[in-house]
């Protein structure tokens, strides 16, 4: 089974500045990565798949990056409704798909 | 627009089993594959399974084997996570989730598991 992790567990972080959440892979899972955001009390939303390209819907200041075993989700320009928690989600090699932990984006 | 529309809240005991349905519309629904999603309280996600409405052929996450079944009725666009010998440590959120193949790309709105004797 993969293992993800994430770093940090939690980012404080002002409106208007730059996020940077890192993900990890126990092994290459090649570019097959996703990302999800939740909300306190909702379910995820799939942000970023393919490791870099936005989902249906998702703004422009939402980018991803990365292969193999390292990877980066940045958000350029924090706003009040990106302070959430989010995941990263390998679907390389499954049974099982397996998620990282999380990273909480909170206001500073 | 594509909705997952999950069943309510459940309370179980301990050993007991539970059957959570997913609706699904919007979409062609043996297009999309439905996987099932769990969190527990403050916890992070968990994947369980997934299956193909299709052909119904399922794969579950190792850890679930045994105690998973997932089914669907194509007749009714919905799918069914059944759960059973359930334990305190399966209380949580249980989410199905659609997608093209391999990515969660829409969410049900969760379904509380409460299992307390």
């Known amino acids: 089974e993969i293992v993800m992790t994430q770093s940090p567990a939690t980012l404080s972080v002002s409106p208007g500045e730059r996020a940077t959440l890192s993900c990890r892979a126990s092994?290459?899972?090649?570019?097959?990565l996703a990302w999800y955001q939740q909300k306190p009390g909702q379910a995820p939303r799939l942000l970023i798949y393919?490791?870099?390209t936005r989902a249906t819907g998702i703004p422009a200041r939402f980018s991803g990056s990365g292969s193999g075993t390292e990877f980066t989700l940045t958000i350029s320009s924090l706003q009040s409704e990106d302070f959430a928690v989010y995941y990263c989600?390998?679907?390389?090699?499954?049974?099982?798909?397996?998620f990282g932990p999380g990273t909480k984006v909170d206001i500073k | 627009q594509v909705q997952l529309v999950q069943s309510g809240a459940e309370v179980k005991k301990p050993g007991a089993s539970v059957k959570v349905s997913c609706k699904a519309s919007?979409?062609?629904?043996?297009?999309?594959?439905m996987h099932w999603v769990r969190q527990a309280p403050g916890q992070g996600l968990e994947w369980m399974g997934i299956?193909?409405?299709?052909?119904?052929?399922?794969s579950y996450a190792q850890k679930f084997q045994g105690r998973v079944t997932m089914t669907r009725d194509t007749s009714t666009s919905t799918v069914y996570m059944e759960l059973s010998s359930l334990r305190s440590e399966d209380t949580a959120v249980y989410y199905c989730?659609?997608?093209?193949?391999?990515?969660?790309?829409?969410w049900g709105q969760g379904t509380l598991v409460t299992v307390s004797s």
């Open positions: 989730a659609s997608g093209m193949v391999a990515t969660c790309d829409y």
């Open positions: 989600q390998q679907y390389n090699n499954w049974p099982p798909e397996t």
């Open positions: 092994q290459s899972v090649s570019s097959n």
């Open positions: 919007g979409y062609t629904f043996t297009s999309y594959y």
């Open positions: 393919g490791a870099s």
């Open positions: 299956i193909n409405p299709s052909g119904g052929s399922t």
